[in-house]
């Protein structure tokens, strides 16, 4: 039984998705979050300077005694995680594994969709995990720079929301994808939306709750867990705009955002 | 006569709108530009962060010879400028007092729209201006933080752009405004479609076409100007990530965009 928090980080708010995954999946875990509000968007950032970030973050999370570290952001996932866990003392859980484990897992037919930024998408980092994971499956891969700004403007079934998604998904529909993983932790949010232009038929993975998964694993294998009674706390933390934070992260977990501390990192 | 360049820049890749105005309006005058695309967005970062980050890109222009820098720039200009002009060796210009003072003098009734980025909109910079300038004017303002994505995929022109247009726009067109400023480098790209949805009766004030026009009048009254037969020459400088800078940034200025030399700053 172990107490400690666990960390959670993204470039900004969109990790909050897996927080929520999480807090929904482990209750009695304590966890602080990071968001680098002060640096968002990794995306366009060269792959150095991503993980330079990220492991001033992983330094910042382990000097506040966390037990385990969730990287809640696919692009630090993709240019960071290997550097994460070479330099860690804790477990670190990336959100591109278990994502692309559980689509090669659910696909019928072995066409997979991957919808994320255009950094994630260029980085190739799902498609590698899906073809480890399921030598031979078909991956069709589409940027969709347009849903993070959606989602922040909390425009979820907006008109122009389903003809955004409609045209994005264009390509996926056409190569008869009978999976999608949601490779971006803002769209979640969009999910109702995006089932609707899919159609039933085509499973949508939401890589934030496959995350909360393989970290109740990790915790569990190495007796990491807190104890079944535990009153869980959640702390946050940015890196600038605490205001904005709140704002837009209560669309993304509601009321259990709290306010944030203004932490300075580099 | 003075044939050192003008030095332009701006926290990414929607200053090229202002350096094309520059070049349509002083085609003798070479320019460098520097697009700050490894720390884009200003907009949610603090004040204090933008004004060092803006004294640092100025410090290099000026170490490259300009004459005189303009700051495309409308959340730098919004934090930085005054800070920029006591720095400075050479004349600064920012890119809101122009576009205030021309929708001031442009407008009948003096019922103004002002839209720009959320961290814009949220300085009041251009409404104090418009008021400095006439005051008793109406100003109406409202963040359209959609449109940068939009442009930046090139949708100028798609039924998702218009629908997100009418949505934004109408609180402006219910308060009657007679002229609205473009209050964002990037939304020149959408002027066809905002004088559609607005109607050809209120009048579009791009800050860069009128910045442009005030960077003639400063180089005229200091003496400045290139000779009339100098052949221009226009270089690029960005922070981070070129090749999405050059291939974003040909539908802002075509093929004017030379490749971009890739400068670290802090």
Not at 37 to 60: F, M
Request: charged share 20%; proline share 5%.
């Amino acid at each position: 039984m172990n107490a400690s928090p666990i960390g959670i980080f993204d470039s900004g708010i969109g990790g909050l998705t897996v927080a929520r995954a999480l807090y929904d999946r482990l209750p009695h875990e304590s966890t602080v979050y990071f968001g680098d509000t002060a640096r968002v968007p990794y995306g366009p950032k060269s792959p150095e300077t991503v993980r330079r970030y990220s492991i001033e973050i992983l330094d910042w999370l382990v000097g506040q005694g966390v037990k385990a570290v969730v990287v809640a952001c696919n692009t630090s996932t993709a240019h960071a995680l290997e550097a994460l866990q070479a330099h860690s003392s804790v477990p670190v859980i990336g959100v591109i594994e278990p994502g692309a484990r559980a689509a090669a897992a659910a696909s019928a037919g072995g066409a997979i969709g991957v919808i994320g930024t255009a950094g994630t998408i260029a980085s190739n980092a799902y498609a590698r995990a899906i073809q480890r994971a399921r030598p031979g499956a078909q991956v069709e891969q589409w940027a969709c720079p347009l849903f993070v700004p959606l989602v922040e403007e909390g425009w979820f079934e907006h008109a122009a929301a389903e003809l955004i998604a409609r045209e994005y998904l264009e390509p996926l529909r056409r190569a008869r994808i009978d999976t999608l993983v949601l490779g971006c932790t803002h769209y979640p949010l969009l999910k109702p939306l995006l089932q609707r232009v899919l159609g039933t038929e085509v499973r949508l993975i939401d890589s934030g709750e496959e995350t909360a998964g393989a970290v109740a694993r990790a915790l569990e294998a190495d007796s990491l867990s807190a104890s079944g009674g535990a009153a869980a706390t959640h702390r946050f933390a940015v890196s600038d705009d605490e205001a904005r934070f709140r704002q837009v992260g209560a669309r993304f977990i509601g009321d259990r955002l709290g306010r944030a501390e203004v932490v300075s990192l580099g």
